[in-house]
Protein backbone atom coordinates (compact mmCIF):
# COMPACT_ATOMS: atom_id res chain seq x y z
CA UNK A 1 0.00 0.00 0.00
CA UNK A 2 2.93 2.39 0.83
CA UNK A 3 4.65 1.28 -2.38
CA UNK A 4 1.76 2.11 -4.17
CA UNK A 5 0.67 5.37 -3.00
CA UNK A 6 4.20 6.86 -3.31
CA UNK A 7 4.62 5.32 -6.82
CA UNK A 8 1.69 8.12 -7.50
CA UNK A 9 2.93 11.02 -5.34
CA UNK A 10 4.95 14.10 -6.03
CA UNK A 11 6.23 16.91 -4.19
CA UNK A 12 4.30 20.88 -4.30
CA UNK A 13 6.54 23.69 -4.35
CA UNK A 14 4.63 27.33 -3.95
CA UNK A 15 6.00 30.58 -4.22
CA UNK A 16 5.02 34.30 -4.00
CA UNK A 17 6.86 36.97 -4.76
CA UNK A 18 5.64 40.80 -4.92
CA UNK A 19 6.82 44.24 -5.26
CA UNK A 20 4.44 46.63 -3.69
CA UNK A 21 5.57 50.47 -4.80
CA UNK A 22 3.61 53.43 -2.42
CA UNK A 23 3.13 56.78 -3.16
CA UNK A 24 3.35 58.76 -0.43
CA UNK A 25 2.27 61.87 -1.48
CA UNK A 26 -0.84 61.13 -3.28
CA UNK A 27 -1.85 57.59 -1.77
CA UNK A 28 -1.66 55.77 -5.19
CA UNK A 29 0.18 52.08 -5.29
CA UNK A 30 1.45 49.46 -7.74
CA UNK A 31 1.31 45.96 -7.15
CA UNK A 32 3.07 43.59 -9.10
CA UNK A 33 3.02 39.74 -7.53
CA UNK A 34 3.69 36.58 -9.14
CA UNK A 35 3.30 33.34 -8.18
CA UNK A 36 5.42 29.72 -9.36
CA UNK A 37 4.46 25.64 -8.67
CA UNK A 38 6.95 23.19 -9.05
CA UNK A 39 5.46 20.13 -9.14
CA UNK A 40 8.13 17.34 -8.80
CA UNK A 41 7.62 13.85 -9.84
CA UNK A 42 8.22 10.64 -7.90
CA UNK A 43 11.43 8.64 -8.14
CA UNK A 44 12.67 7.17 -9.91
CA UNK A 45 10.76 10.56 -12.30
CA UNK A 46 12.24 12.89 -9.84
CA UNK A 47 14.38 14.50 -12.27
CA UNK A 48 11.34 16.03 -14.57
CA UNK A 49 9.09 18.41 -12.75
CA UNK A 50 6.18 21.03 -14.10
CA UNK A 51 6.67 24.26 -13.63
CA UNK A 52 3.89 26.80 -13.77
CA UNK A 53 4.03 30.91 -13.13
CA UNK A 54 1.63 33.61 -13.32
CA UNK A 55 1.66 37.23 -12.75
CA UNK A 56 -1.50 37.83 -11.19
CA UNK A 57 -2.79 40.97 -12.27
CA UNK A 58 -2.39 40.64 -15.63
CA UNK A 59 -5.04 39.17 -17.85
CA UNK A 60 -5.47 35.65 -18.26
CA UNK A 61 -6.38 32.99 -21.09
CA UNK A 62 -8.79 30.01 -20.52
CA UNK A 63 -9.35 26.84 -21.50
CA UNK A 64 -12.08 24.49 -20.88
CA UNK A 65 -11.92 21.16 -19.14
CA UNK A 66 -14.57 18.82 -18.98
CA UNK A 67 -17.16 21.82 -19.50
CA UNK A 68 -15.15 23.78 -16.82
CA UNK A 69 -13.68 27.34 -17.87
CA UNK A 70 -10.16 27.16 -16.23
CA UNK A 71 -7.10 30.24 -16.01
CA UNK A 72 -4.52 29.10 -18.55
CA UNK A 73 -1.29 30.29 -16.88
CA UNK A 74 1.37 32.68 -18.91
CA UNK A 75 4.27 29.58 -18.51
CA UNK A 76 4.01 26.34 -17.87
CA UNK A 77 6.28 23.91 -19.17
CA UNK A 78 8.18 20.64 -18.01
CA UNK A 79 11.45 20.99 -16.56
CA UNK A 80 14.25 18.23 -16.35
CA UNK A 81 18.22 17.95 -15.53
CA UNK A 82 20.85 15.14 -15.60
CA UNK A 83 24.13 14.98 -14.35
CA UNK A 84 26.79 12.54 -15.24
CA UNK A 85 30.41 12.31 -15.55
CA UNK A 86 31.12 16.51 -14.99
CA UNK A 87 28.19 16.95 -17.03
CA UNK A 88 25.01 18.74 -16.25
CA UNK A 89 22.40 19.09 -19.00
CA UNK A 90 18.77 20.96 -18.96
CA UNK A 91 15.83 20.16 -21.13
CA UNK A 92 12.30 22.39 -20.87
CA UNK A 93 9.34 21.65 -23.54
CA UNK A 94 6.19 24.63 -23.65
CA UNK A 95 5.33 27.84 -22.53
CA UNK A 96 8.55 29.06 -21.29
CA UNK A 97 11.36 31.88 -21.17
CA UNK A 98 15.08 31.77 -21.16
CA UNK A 99 16.75 34.34 -19.65
CA UNK A 100 20.88 34.66 -20.11
CA UNK A 101 23.15 38.15 -19.87
CA UNK A 102 26.05 39.10 -17.72
CA UNK A 103 25.36 42.47 -17.87
CA UNK A 104 22.04 42.46 -15.30
CA UNK A 105 23.77 43.35 -11.98
CA UNK A 106 22.62 46.96 -11.17
CA UNK A 107 19.36 48.13 -11.21
CA UNK A 108 17.91 45.49 -13.40
CA UNK A 109 19.67 46.72 -16.63
CA UNK A 110 20.44 44.38 -19.34
CA UNK A 111 22.19 44.72 -22.44
CA UNK A 112 22.31 42.58 -25.01
CA UNK A 113 21.95 38.56 -24.37
CA UNK A 114 18.25 37.84 -24.32
CA UNK A 115 14.92 36.91 -22.58
CA UNK A 116 13.44 34.93 -25.30
CA UNK A 117 10.29 33.72 -24.83
CA UNK A 118 8.48 30.45 -26.77
CA UNK A 119 5.40 31.96 -27.44
CA UNK A 120 3.55 35.10 -28.22
CA UNK A 121 2.79 36.97 -24.43
CA UNK A 122 0.24 39.47 -25.61
CA UNK A 123 -2.09 36.49 -27.29
CA UNK A 124 -3.06 34.07 -23.66
CA UNK A 125 -5.32 31.98 -25.87
CA UNK A 126 -5.57 29.41 -26.81
CA UNK A 127 -3.54 26.59 -25.12
CA UNK A 128 -0.15 25.90 -27.36
CA UNK A 129 2.86 23.59 -27.39
CA UNK A 130 4.83 26.78 -26.67
CA UNK A 131 8.98 25.73 -27.92
CA UNK A 132 11.88 24.17 -26.36
CA UNK A 133 15.07 25.40 -24.26
CA UNK A 134 18.08 24.10 -22.82
CA UNK A 135 21.43 23.97 -22.03
CA UNK A 136 24.85 21.84 -21.69
CA UNK A 137 27.82 21.92 -19.28
CA UNK A 138 30.77 20.94 -18.58
CA UNK A 139 33.51 21.15 -16.47
CA UNK A 140 37.68 20.84 -17.15
CA UNK A 141 39.86 22.20 -14.83
CA UNK A 142 39.77 26.16 -14.32
CA UNK A 143 37.25 26.04 -16.64
CA UNK A 144 33.45 25.20 -17.50
CA UNK A 145 31.87 25.28 -20.73
CA UNK A 146 28.14 25.97 -21.17
CA UNK A 147 25.96 25.97 -24.67
CA UNK A 148 22.33 26.35 -25.24
CA UNK A 149 19.58 27.89 -26.49
CA UNK A 150 15.64 27.84 -27.53
CA UNK A 151 13.43 27.10 -30.24
CA UNK A 152 9.70 28.55 -30.13
CA UNK A 153 7.69 26.25 -32.27
CA UNK A 154 4.57 29.16 -31.62
CA UNK A 155 6.92 31.66 -33.61
CA UNK A 156 9.19 29.74 -35.55
CA UNK A 157 12.06 31.53 -33.72
CA UNK A 158 15.53 30.57 -32.27
CA UNK A 159 18.20 32.05 -29.67
CA UNK A 160 21.63 30.56 -28.90
CA UNK A 161 24.01 31.24 -26.87
CA UNK A 162 27.70 30.25 -25.44
CA UNK A 163 29.32 30.74 -21.65
CA UNK A 164 33.28 30.48 -21.13
CA UNK A 165 33.86 30.66 -17.45
CA UNK A 166 37.49 31.27 -16.68
CA UNK A 167 38.98 30.46 -12.84
CA UNK A 168 41.89 32.72 -12.95
CA UNK A 169 43.15 31.66 -9.59
CA UNK A 170 44.45 35.16 -7.76
CA UNK A 171 43.26 37.16 -11.00
CA UNK A 172 39.71 35.93 -10.56
CA UNK A 173 36.78 34.93 -12.35
CA UNK A 174 35.93 36.02 -15.85
CA UNK A 175 32.21 35.04 -17.75
CA UNK A 176 32.67 35.33 -21.83
CA UNK A 177 28.93 35.05 -23.45
CA UNK A 178 28.26 35.28 -26.85
CA UNK A 179 24.10 35.69 -27.98
CA UNK A 180 22.12 35.62 -30.78
CA UNK A 181 18.33 35.66 -31.09
CA UNK A 182 16.26 36.02 -34.47
CA UNK A 183 13.13 37.33 -33.13
CA UNK A 184 14.72 40.65 -33.17
CA UNK A 185 17.58 39.62 -34.91
CA UNK A 186 19.74 40.57 -31.95
CA UNK A 187 23.91 39.98 -31.56
CA UNK A 188 25.67 40.58 -28.25
CA UNK A 189 28.67 39.93 -26.62
CA UNK A 190 28.77 39.77 -22.43
CA UNK A 191 31.96 39.53 -20.14
CA UNK A 192 32.03 39.91 -16.59
CA UNK A 193 34.86 39.65 -14.23
CA UNK A 194 34.94 38.91 -10.30
CA UNK A 195 38.15 39.72 -8.39
CA UNK A 196 38.92 39.67 -4.41
CA UNK A 197 41.62 40.65 -2.08
CA UNK A 198 42.63 43.37 0.30
CA UNK A 199 40.83 46.25 -1.75
CA UNK A 200 37.71 44.09 -1.17
CA UNK A 201 35.56 42.36 -3.83
CA UNK A 202 34.90 44.31 -7.14
CA UNK A 203 32.59 42.94 -9.99
CA UNK A 204 33.16 44.68 -13.50
CA UNK A 205 30.42 43.80 -16.68
CA UNK A 206 30.21 45.32 -20.09
CA UNK A 207 29.27 44.10 -23.25
CA UNK A 208 27.83 45.58 -26.96
CA UNK A 209 24.75 44.55 -28.38
CA UNK A 210 23.35 45.38 -32.25
CA UNK A 211 20.73 44.61 -34.43
CA UNK A 212 21.75 42.31 -37.12
CA UNK A 213 21.19 44.48 -39.62
CA UNK A 214 23.26 47.49 -38.34
CA UNK A 215 26.18 45.97 -36.41
CA UNK A 216 28.36 49.45 -36.94
CA UNK A 217 26.09 51.33 -34.43
CA UNK A 218 25.95 48.98 -31.86
CA UNK A 219 25.00 49.85 -28.23
CA UNK A 220 27.76 49.59 -25.11
CA UNK A 221 27.46 48.81 -21.45
CA UNK A 222 30.38 49.47 -18.62
CA UNK A 223 29.73 48.69 -15.19
CA UNK A 224 31.35 47.99 -11.67
CA UNK A 225 30.57 47.15 -7.91
CA UNK A 226 33.03 47.65 -4.97
CA UNK A 227 32.47 46.00 -1.43
CA UNK A 228 34.54 46.14 0.88
CA UNK A 229 33.44 45.53 4.68
CA UNK A 230 30.17 47.30 5.01
CA UNK A 231 30.95 49.92 1.76
CA UNK A 232 29.43 49.70 -1.14
CA UNK A 233 29.97 51.67 -4.06
CA UNK A 234 28.03 50.94 -7.29
CA UNK A 235 28.38 52.75 -11.08
CA UNK A 236 27.12 51.99 -14.20
CA UNK A 237 27.31 54.26 -18.22
CA UNK A 238 25.17 53.00 -20.77
CA UNK A 239 25.42 54.16 -24.58
CA UNK A 240 21.99 52.83 -26.72
CA UNK A 241 23.30 53.03 -30.49
CA UNK A 242 20.82 52.34 -33.64
CA UNK A 243 18.41 49.99 -32.04
CA UNK A 244 16.86 50.82 -28.89
CA UNK A 245 15.84 47.39 -28.41
CA UNK A 246 19.84 46.10 -27.42
CA UNK A 247 18.50 47.14 -23.86
CA UNK A 248 15.77 46.60 -21.13
CA UNK A 249 15.63 48.50 -18.05
CA UNK A 250 13.99 47.38 -14.82
CA UNK A 251 10.13 47.84 -14.66
CA UNK A 252 9.35 51.53 -13.74
CA UNK A 253 12.94 52.55 -14.22
CA UNK A 254 11.84 56.25 -14.72
CA UNK A 255 15.43 57.24 -16.63
CA UNK A 256 15.00 55.20 -19.50
CA UNK A 257 15.85 57.13 -22.48
CA UNK A 258 14.07 55.06 -24.86
CA UNK A 259 15.28 56.50 -27.98
CA UNK A 260 18.39 55.68 -30.14
CA UNK A 261 21.64 57.21 -29.63
CA UNK A 262 21.06 58.30 -25.94
CA UNK A 263 22.80 57.71 -22.55
CA UNK A 264 22.32 56.69 -19.11
CA UNK A 265 24.29 56.69 -15.88
CA UNK A 266 23.41 55.44 -12.43
CA UNK A 267 25.74 55.45 -9.08
CA UNK A 268 25.10 54.56 -5.61
CA UNK A 269 27.41 54.67 -2.68
CA UNK A 270 25.53 52.85 0.77
CA UNK A 271 26.84 51.73 4.04
CA UNK A 272 25.77 48.36 5.59
CA UNK A 273 25.04 48.64 9.40
CA UNK A 274 24.28 45.26 10.90
CA UNK A 275 20.22 46.11 10.86
CA UNK A 276 19.81 48.06 8.08
CA UNK A 277 21.69 49.72 4.50
CA UNK A 278 22.04 53.00 3.87
CA UNK A 279 22.50 54.58 0.38
CA UNK A 280 22.59 57.75 -1.34
CA UNK A 281 22.24 57.58 -5.38
CA UNK A 282 22.28 59.66 -8.57
CA UNK A 283 21.03 59.42 -12.10
CA UNK A 284 21.33 61.16 -15.12
CA UNK A 285 20.77 60.81 -18.89
CA UNK A 286 20.84 62.36 -22.00
CA UNK A 287 16.88 63.40 -22.22
CA UNK A 288 17.16 64.99 -18.80
CA UNK A 289 20.41 67.20 -19.92
CA UNK A 290 18.39 67.90 -23.60
CA UNK A 291 15.59 69.44 -21.03
CA UNK A 292 18.03 71.30 -18.77
CA UNK A 293 16.70 68.87 -15.90
CA UNK A 294 18.29 68.52 -12.54
CA UNK A 295 19.66 64.84 -12.20
CA UNK A 296 17.79 62.49 -10.04
CA UNK A 297 19.33 62.24 -6.48
CA UNK A 298 18.34 61.10 -3.43
CA UNK A 299 18.54 58.49 -0.31
CA UNK A 300 17.26 54.99 -0.43
CA UNK A 301 16.96 52.89 3.43
CA UNK A 302 16.72 49.09 3.50
CA UNK A 303 15.82 47.34 6.19
CA UNK A 304 15.27 43.30 5.02
CA UNK A 305 12.75 43.48 2.53
CA UNK A 306 11.19 47.01 3.00
CA UNK A 307 12.94 49.74 0.91
CA UNK A 308 12.37 53.46 1.69
CA UNK A 309 13.48 55.99 -1.22
CA UNK A 310 13.44 59.28 -0.97
CA UNK A 311 14.06 61.71 -4.41
CA UNK A 312 13.96 64.97 -5.77
CA UNK A 313 11.75 63.76 -8.89
CA UNK A 314 10.17 60.76 -10.09
CA UNK A 315 11.31 57.47 -8.66
CA UNK A 316 9.07 55.30 -10.82
CA UNK A 317 7.53 55.92 -13.96
CA UNK A 318 4.76 52.93 -13.41
CA UNK A 319 3.23 55.63 -11.20
CA UNK A 320 1.21 58.86 -12.52
CA UNK A 321 2.42 62.19 -12.06
CA UNK A 322 5.94 63.30 -10.18
CA UNK A 323 6.85 61.04 -6.95
CA UNK A 324 9.36 62.09 -4.60
CA UNK A 325 8.82 59.70 -1.95
CA UNK A 326 8.21 55.97 -2.57
CA UNK A 327 7.89 53.06 -0.37
CA UNK A 328 8.86 49.86 -1.75
CA UNK A 329 8.23 46.77 -0.58
CA UNK A 330 9.17 43.54 -2.01
CA UNK A 331 7.19 40.55 -0.17
CA UNK A 332 8.32 36.79 -0.29
CA UNK A 333 6.08 33.56 0.44
CA UNK A 334 7.29 29.97 -0.11
CA UNK A 335 5.56 26.79 0.99
CA UNK A 336 6.38 22.82 0.28
CA UNK A 337 4.58 19.65 0.85
CA UNK A 338 5.97 16.56 0.02
CA UNK A 339 2.72 13.85 -1.01
CA UNK A 340 5.28 11.52 -0.60
CA UNK A 341 5.14 12.15 3.11
CA UNK A 342 1.98 13.18 3.93
CA UNK A 343 0.65 9.85 2.62
CA UNK A 344 3.31 7.34 4.41
CA UNK A 345 2.06 9.08 7.68
CA UNK A 346 -1.72 7.25 7.20
CA UNK A 347 0.29 3.85 6.89
CA UNK A 348 3.78 3.95 9.02
CA UNK A 349 4.36 5.38 12.43
CA UNK A 350 6.02 8.98 12.25
CA UNK A 351 9.82 8.44 13.40
CA UNK A 352 10.59 10.70 16.80
CA UNK A 353 13.53 12.19 17.78
CA UNK A 354 13.61 11.15 22.11
CA UNK A 355 14.90 13.32 24.60
CA UNK A 356 17.57 10.21 25.02
CA UNK A 357 18.23 10.77 21.31
CA UNK A 358 18.52 6.97 20.75
CA UNK A 359 16.89 3.83 19.43
CA UNK A 360 15.94 3.61 15.40
CA UNK A 361 12.19 3.34 14.74
CA UNK A 362 10.65 0.64 11.84
CA UNK A 363 9.65 4.28 9.40
CA UNK A 364 13.73 4.93 9.59
CA UNK A 365 14.41 1.37 9.28
CA UNK A 366 12.07 1.02 5.81
CA UNK A 367 13.11 4.45 4.50
CA UNK A 368 16.79 3.72 4.89
CA UNK A 369 15.79 0.14 2.82
CA UNK A 370 14.68 2.03 0.25
CA UNK A 371 16.96 5.30 0.75
CA UNK A 372 21.27 4.39 0.63
CA UNK A 373 23.31 6.53 2.52
CA UNK A 374 25.01 8.58 -0.20
CA UNK A 375 27.88 10.85 0.38
CA UNK A 376 27.85 14.65 1.26
CA UNK A 377 30.03 15.55 -2.17
CA UNK A 378 27.42 13.61 -4.11
CA UNK A 379 24.56 15.36 -2.91
CA UNK A 380 25.92 18.48 -5.43
CA UNK A 381 26.06 16.55 -8.60
CA UNK A 382 22.66 15.68 -7.96
CA UNK A 383 19.43 17.23 -9.52
CA UNK A 384 17.60 20.32 -7.08
CA UNK A 385 14.52 18.15 -5.70
CA UNK A 386 16.11 14.91 -4.95
CA UNK A 387 14.93 12.64 -2.13
CA UNK A 388 18.77 11.58 -0.48
CA UNK A 389 19.91 9.98 2.75
CA UNK A 390 22.92 11.05 4.33
CA UNK A 391 24.80 10.37 7.34
CA UNK A 392 27.16 13.32 9.08
CA UNK A 393 28.35 15.28 11.88
CA UNK A 394 26.00 17.91 13.40
CA UNK A 395 28.94 21.19 13.13
CA UNK A 396 26.66 23.96 14.62
CA UNK A 397 23.63 24.18 17.16
CA UNK A 398 20.18 24.40 15.56
CA UNK A 399 19.14 27.88 15.01
CA UNK A 400 22.10 30.10 16.01
CA UNK A 401 23.46 30.74 12.71
CA UNK A 402 20.06 31.34 10.98
CA UNK A 403 16.69 29.95 12.20
CA UNK A 404 16.19 26.07 11.57
CA UNK A 405 19.27 25.61 10.34
CA UNK A 406 22.32 23.80 11.08
CA UNK A 407 25.07 22.24 9.24
CA UNK A 408 26.84 18.70 9.17
CA UNK A 409 29.48 16.97 7.80
CA UNK A 410 31.20 13.67 6.34
CA UNK A 411 34.83 13.39 5.19
CA UNK A 412 33.88 14.52 1.56
CA UNK A 413 31.98 18.24 2.58
CA UNK A 414 29.62 19.98 4.17
CA UNK A 415 25.94 20.78 3.67
CA UNK A 416 23.13 22.81 5.20
CA UNK A 417 20.14 21.54 6.57
CA UNK A 418 16.66 23.01 7.22
CA UNK A 419 13.37 22.70 8.47
CA UNK A 420 10.83 23.68 11.32
CA UNK A 421 11.05 19.75 12.38
CA UNK A 422 14.42 20.09 12.96
CA UNK A 423 15.19 18.33 16.70
CA UNK A 424 16.33 21.36 19.37
CA UNK A 425 18.76 19.69 21.45
CA UNK A 426 21.04 17.90 18.93
CA UNK A 427 24.65 18.68 20.19
CA UNK A 428 27.61 19.26 18.11
CA UNK A 429 29.19 16.27 17.45
CA UNK A 430 25.92 14.42 17.32
CA UNK A 431 26.65 11.91 14.23
CA UNK A 432 23.15 11.84 12.28
CA UNK A 433 21.14 10.08 9.42
CA UNK A 434 19.43 12.63 8.04
CA UNK A 435 16.31 12.41 5.24
CA UNK A 436 15.24 15.06 3.05
CA UNK A 437 14.87 16.47 -0.47
CA UNK A 438 17.53 19.20 -1.35
CA UNK A 439 16.70 22.55 -2.63
CA UNK A 440 19.20 25.55 -3.72
CA UNK A 441 18.05 28.81 -1.74
CA UNK A 442 20.12 32.04 -2.48
CA UNK A 443 22.54 29.75 -4.21
CA UNK A 444 23.63 27.55 -1.44
CA UNK A 445 22.60 23.82 -1.81
CA UNK A 446 20.45 22.30 1.64
CA UNK A 447 18.37 19.67 2.38
CA UNK A 448 14.79 20.29 3.48
CA UNK A 449 14.71 17.77 6.08
CA UNK A 450 11.88 15.12 6.62
CA UNK A 451 13.46 12.82 9.50
CA UNK A 452 16.26 13.26 11.63
CA UNK A 453 17.95 10.34 13.31
CA UNK A 454 20.76 9.93 15.98
CA UNK A 455 23.22 7.38 15.80
CA UNK A 456 25.95 7.88 17.83
CA UNK A 457 28.52 10.43 18.45
CA UNK A 458 31.51 11.43 16.15
CA UNK A 459 34.28 13.46 16.23
CA UNK A 460 33.87 17.29 14.77
CA UNK A 461 36.76 17.42 11.89
CA UNK A 462 37.65 21.00 10.53
CA UNK A 463 38.82 21.20 7.01
CA UNK A 464 42.30 23.10 7.06
CA UNK A 465 42.19 25.71 4.00
CA UNK A 466 43.83 28.77 3.25
CA UNK A 467 40.92 29.93 1.02
CA UNK A 468 37.70 29.58 0.72
CA UNK A 469 35.32 28.72 -2.30
CA UNK A 470 32.36 26.78 -3.48
CA UNK A 471 34.52 23.26 -2.60
CA UNK A 472 34.43 24.23 1.27
CA UNK A 473 30.64 25.44 1.09
CA UNK A 474 28.45 24.61 4.51
CA UNK A 475 31.64 22.94 5.74
CA UNK A 476 33.51 23.69 9.10
CA UNK A 477 37.12 24.72 7.81
CA UNK A 478 39.92 26.24 10.11
CA UNK A 479 41.86 29.13 8.57
CA UNK A 480 45.14 31.21 9.63
CA UNK A 481 46.64 34.47 8.48
CA UNK A 482 46.98 37.85 9.58
CA UNK A 483 43.70 40.46 10.66
CA UNK A 484 44.00 43.04 7.95
CA UNK A 485 40.97 44.96 9.04
CA UNK A 486 38.23 45.09 12.04
CA UNK A 487 34.42 45.91 12.67
CA UNK A 488 31.79 45.76 14.50
CA UNK A 489 30.73 41.86 13.30
CA UNK A 490 33.64 41.40 10.65
CA UNK A 491 37.12 40.78 10.59
CA UNK A 492 39.49 40.79 7.42
CA UNK A 493 41.82 37.84 7.10
CA UNK A 494 44.74 37.77 4.80
CA UNK A 495 46.29 34.73 4.29
CA UNK A 496 48.84 33.16 2.44
CA UNK A 497 46.79 32.75 -0.70
CA UNK A 498 43.57 34.62 -0.18
CA UNK A 499 41.63 37.33 1.79
CA UNK A 500 38.95 35.84 3.95
CA UNK A 501 35.31 37.57 5.09
CA UNK A 502 35.04 36.48 8.63
CA UNK A 503 31.45 36.71 10.11
CA UNK A 504 30.41 36.92 13.78
CA UNK A 505 26.15 36.96 14.03
CA UNK A 506 24.75 38.60 17.26
CA UNK A 507 23.31 35.17 18.23
CA UNK A 508 26.69 33.88 18.86
CA UNK A 509 27.48 36.37 21.55
CA UNK A 510 31.30 36.49 20.16
CA UNK A 511 33.30 39.29 21.54
CA UNK A 512 36.31 40.80 19.43
CA UNK A 513 37.32 43.52 21.16
CA UNK A 514 40.63 42.92 22.36
CA UNK A 515 41.98 41.51 18.33
CA UNK A 516 43.84 43.83 16.93
CA UNK A 517 44.81 44.66 13.21
CA UNK A 518 47.90 42.73 12.83
CA UNK A 519 47.61 39.88 14.64
CA UNK A 520 47.72 36.60 13.81
CA UNK A 521 44.74 34.59 14.31
CA UNK A 522 43.18 31.12 13.77
CA UNK A 523 39.28 30.72 12.90
CA UNK A 524 37.10 28.05 13.06
CA UNK A 525 33.76 28.31 11.13
CA UNK A 526 31.40 27.32 8.59
CA UNK A 527 31.60 28.69 5.00
CA UNK A 528 28.61 30.45 3.34
CA UNK A 529 27.85 32.41 0.91
CA UNK A 530 26.17 36.04 0.75
CA UNK A 531 25.48 37.87 -2.11
CA UNK A 532 27.65 35.92 -4.00
CA UNK A 533 30.85 36.61 -1.47
CA UNK A 534 31.81 33.53 0.48
CA UNK A 535 32.49 34.51 4.20
CA UNK A 536 33.44 32.07 7.41
CA UNK A 537 30.14 32.16 10.12
CA UNK A 538 31.69 31.48 13.34
CA UNK A 539 29.86 29.54 16.42
CA UNK A 540 31.85 30.54 19.34
CA UNK A 541 34.14 32.52 21.25
CA UNK A 542 36.39 29.62 21.05
CA UNK A 543 36.24 29.75 17.88
CA UNK A 544 38.95 32.49 17.58
CA UNK A 545 42.34 32.04 18.49
CA UNK A 546 45.47 33.83 18.75
Do not use: C
Not at 140 to 159: M, P, Q, R, V
Not at 187 to 193: E, G, K, L, M, R
Not at 420 to 440: A, C, E, Q
Amino acid sequence: MLFFSSLYAFKLDFSLTGYLTYDINNGTYDNFPMVYWTITLPEPLSNFSLKLTDYITYTHGTFDVFGYNLILPRYYFIDSRFDWAGWRTTFQLGRLRLTRSLTQNYESVRLGGFKFDTYDTKNQSPLTVGGIAGYTSYKSGNYTYEIGGAYSIDLNKFALYGVLTMNLEQLGTGKLGVYYENRYENASINYSHQMKGDYGQINVWTGLAAVQSNLLEPSFILGATWKNGPWNINGQFLYIGANKYDVEFGSGEPSEPNSSYSWNFMSEIGYDFSQFYLGAFLKYNSRWLANEWLPLYGLKLKIADLTLSFGNGDLSSSLLDVQNVLLQLTYNYKASVDFVSVLSSFFVQPTTFSSSRSTTTEQTKQTQSTQTSVKIKDLYKMPEGSKVTVTGVVLSPVGLLSSSTTYINDETGGIMLYGKSLPTDLKVGDTVSVSGSTKIYNGILEIIVDSVTRIGSGKVTPKYTDSVNEEFLSDLVSITGTVKNISKDTIIVETKKDTVKVYIKSATGISISNLEVGKTIEVLGIVSLFKNEYEVLLRFQSDIKY
